[in-house]
């Protein structure tokens, strides 16, 4: 669908753009950018780099992805080519040589300031900042082989808050004629997905790939533009998965970031190579915009209408009283020591379940005085589950730390616990 020329105009002009971008739109929306270039990031896991999140890869979630900061030439590509334009020297490279059925240890890219979503999302301490009515977010993708199909190569990205309670999804396939490009929504009408192949991507040249996402409160309203090399390749009513969320009885999540996931059959061809993804970049409006902000892209088409005031209303409700017996989900400390490794800490848990739905929550872990050394969100499956928590102060063999878990219930009470325990 694509010609060199268009799309290598296109990575010129995003890269000036991009550029310009940084200082005059400032004040009308805020976005993030990572170009996956040196020194920031390094080669190898992506994990804590610049915002960026990647604990699977780190050790610390179901799988060790191949998902790394990788240099070009290491995966055989000519500095001088399209590639190296449009890329420079590194790019984040993912392979589904390893798969998982999890999320929130996938790899996703850093939260913007401000969330977006509708006026009721849930973000359940994964986003956080005011609350905005629209989204963008945009990357680059190739192929790490730009001659042959790695087939049975795949990969999703979603806009997400940072737990995998996504909002909408692309998936990349190789293929013989290309690499295909699927889009799928929820079609509350019928209640299901709906996957439509929306593109067939040049295997030889970059392309850039854009998600908008309008909310409107309410179901079945929400409004998402798909761009590829700056053709709106959406499909007619595309929308959100927002009445997916309701059906399972929740709020529709916010979101903040981009996810990048491996997941279904691992094709063990691909380790080592898979799709190169760059320039991820993520917007959206400033607090206290009133103009129509304009896009980052290249496609010149003016701005929605800014934000008319935001709801910072936040999600997830009152701490309940501890350890509830009705409690639907719960997440508990395992009876065992937590592990210290370098600068983290790891806590066995187990997530339990009234029906096959995620533990979703924060924990945070306090030192002898009380003060806070460490926090995060997670959304975890029922069972065993180890998190990985990177600590802000250095603790100590044998010290004793205060544990505090919430468990968020679909109905936004919160399920409650704090234990001591020794670390190791
Ligand atoms: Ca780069
Ligand atoms: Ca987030
Ligand atoms: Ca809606």
């Known amino acids: 669908m694509s010609s060199i020329s268009r799309s290598l105009r296109h990575a010129l002009i995003f890269g000036a753009v991009l550029a310009a971008f940084a200082l005059p739109a400032a004040a009308r929306a805020d976005t993030v950018t990572s170009t996956i270039e040196p020194p920031v990031f390094s080669l190898g896991s992506i994990d804590g780099v610049a915002g ?24 055989g590509l000519n500095m001088n080519s399209t590639y190296a334009k449009t890329f420079g020297s590194r790019a984040l490279r993912i392979s589904n040589g390893v798969t998982s059925g999890c999320f929130s240890d996938q790899t996703f890219s850093p939260s913007v300031p401000n969330e977006a979503g509708e006026a009721a999302a849930a973000s359940y301490g994964f ?20 001659i042959l199909p790695q087939l049975g190569l795949s990969m999703s990205v979603s806009p997400d808050r940072g737990d995998g309670a996504r ?79 309701r059906l399972l009885g929740d709020q529709p999540p916010t979101v903040d970031s981009l996810l990048f996931r491996t997941s279904g059959t691992a094709s063990l061809l691909a380790l080592g190579g898979g799709f190169l993804i760059d320039n991820v970049a993520t917007t959206t409006p400033a607090v206290g915009a009133t103009g129509p902000p304009g896009e980052p892209g290249n496609d010149g088409v003016p701005g929605p209408a800014g ?29 065992k020591k937590l592990r210290r490794r370098g600068s983290r800490v790891r806590v066995p848990l187990l997530c339990v379940t009234a029906d096959d739905s995620h533990c979703i929550g924060t924990i945070e872990i306090r030192n002898r005085s009380r003060r806070l050394i460490s926090s995060r969100g997670f959304s975890l499956k029922a069972g065993r589950r180890t998190l990985s928590l990177r600590t802000t102060r250095k603790v100590r063999k044998n010290s004793r730390v205060r544990v505090t878990i919430r468990t ?8 409650r616990t704090t234990k001591y325990r020794r670390v190791r």
Not at 64 to 69: E, L, M
Not at 197 to 213: E, G, M, N, Y
């Open 307 to 335: 934000p008319s005031g935001t709801d910072p209303t936040g999600a997830g409700g009152g701490i309940s009283a501890d350890e509830p017996l009705t409690a639907k989900a719960s997440t508990r400390l395992a009876p």
């Open 127 to 146: 986003s956080g900042g005011e609350r905005q009515s629209w989204f963008e977010s945009a990357f680059t993708i190739a192929s790490a082989n730009p």
């Open 408 to 415: 968020y219930q679909p109905n936004g009470d919160t399920w």
């Open 167 to 245: 909002m909408s999804y692309l998936r990349f396939e190789d293929r013989p004629a290309g690499i295909a490009v699927f889009f799928d929504d929820f079609d509350a009408s019928v209640s299901e997905f709906r996957d439509i192949q929306i593109a067939t991507l040049d295997r030889s040249i970059p392309h850039r790939v854009k998600f908008r996402i309008d909310f409107e409160d309410g179901p079945g309203n929400d409004r998402v533009k798909i761009t590829i090399d700056g053709a709106d390749v959406s499909p007619p009513n595309a929308t959100t998965w927002e009445d997916y969320s």
């Open 52 to 75: 960026w999140s990647s604990f699977g890869v780190a050790g610390f979630g179901c799988a060790i992805y191949d998902h790394r900061v990788s240099s070009l030439s290491a995966v």
